[in-house]
């Protein structure tokens, strides 16, 4: 190698921070660590999921935990052809926007479901979690929703 | 689920690990490739402005004050003098070193510029202005184009340097 050419290397820079999540988000990631669904009652009786310390619509504290899912219905998602590294699965998935059954609002997850042509507006889903021994109150516990009833 | 931890042995999750990371693919530039290669043969290579005559290591690749490229490179010694320092006694995350060290601005001999370094085989009370500090370097076959090739400075046991040779470089 020529004197003059010039060095290259790869540089990692990471931050290793740690969030408190509150009553709210703890719950709801508590949950996840049991294999639960949680939202939160809202103004006028509305279940929100992920909860919320506060009801984004009308800002009133919100109220009990309820638990919702474990399936749902995708309302809206987007197919990842090539997943990057940082990604949650390592194939094919899709975005997804998922109304989970006893929720009013939709909350974002993967759904793992082989190609684009299995899943559509309206589909029904399931969770599936990661293994009891794995979660660790994280929204990685869910692994990805699947079909209900599919092959996935 | 015997011998499994159980949710309230665990207890709620209070905090959740975010962490952010950045990957970089990083060149150094054909100037402190240089310095870096110098390193990795065990030595300072600086680089002399053709105009004012000052030394600069690691070298830019440009003189700063003049504007114009260095292109002289001038081998650099082992030897240099401590011009200021800070003694850490401040626990962080990733501290690689025991607490308390220091670290110092070290200008080597024939330099125009100090750099950064740290100072070892001395107590923390006895660190000062002037001292004359040897680089103590990684063995030879673990000598890398970094600075990790260089492990520390320690005191050569000469007597310190006079103020006026350093005043200038403070």
């Known amino acids: 190698m020529p004197e003059s050419e010039a060095l290259h290397a ?14 709210v988000i703890g719950a709801f990631l508590t949950g996840l660590r049991d294999g639960k669904l949680l939202g939160v009652r809202g103004t006028g009786g509305s279940v929100i999921v992920p909860p919320t310390e506060y009801d984004p619509a009308t800002g009133e504290d919100t109220g009990e935990l309820v638990e919702v899912g474990p399936g749902g219905v995708v309302e809206s998602w987007a197919w990842v052809p090539n997943p990057l590294p940082k990604h949650p699965l390592a194939r094919p998935f899709a975005w997804a926007l998922i109304r989970l059954d006893g929720a009013d609002t939709a909350m974002l997850h993967v ?17 599936r979690f990661r293994p009891a021994g794995e979660r660790i109150g994280a929204m990685a ?4 929703f699947v079909p209900e009833g599919g092959a996935s | 689920m015997s011998g499994q931890t159980t949710a309230e042995e665990l207890g709620p999750v209070t905090t ?17 490739s240089r310095f870096l290669r110098g390193l990795e043969k065990g030595k300072f290579v600086g680089q002399r402005c053709p105009t004012c005559g000052k030394v600069y290591v690691p ?3 440009s003189c700063p004050t003049d504007g114009v490229p260095t292109t002289e490179d001038v081998d650099l010694g082992n030897v240099g003098t401590v011009t200021t320092y800070c003694v850490v006694n401040v626990p962080f995350a990733g501290q690689s070193i025991e607490i308390p060290y220091i670290c110092a601005q070290v200008l080597l001999d024939g330099a125009d510029i100090s ?6 085989e001395i107590p923390t009370d006895e660190i000062r202005m002037g001292l004359r500090v040897e680089a103590v370097w990684v063995e030879p076959e673990e ?11 320690r005191p050569n046991g000469e007597p310190d340097a006079d103020y006026e040779t350093y005043k200038d470089y403070l």
């Open chain 1, 10 to 23: 790869s540089h990692v820079l990471e931050y290793p921070y740690s969030r408190s999540v509150g009553p």
């Open chain 1, 111 to 127: 759904v793992d479901a082989g190609g684009p042509d299995q899943v559509a507006t309206g589909d029904r889903v399931t969770v």
């Open chain 1, 141 to 144: 516990d869910i692994e990805a």
């Open chain 2, 16 to 32: 959740l690990a975010t962490p952010i990371r950045l990957d970089f693919e990083f060149t150094p530039g054909v100037a402190q």
């Open chain 2, 59 to 61: 070298s830019r690749g």
């Open chain 2, 115 to 120: 750099f950064m370094g740290l100072i070892q």
């Open chain 2, 143 to 153: 000598l890398t184009p970094s600075l990790a090739s260089v492990r520390y400075f």
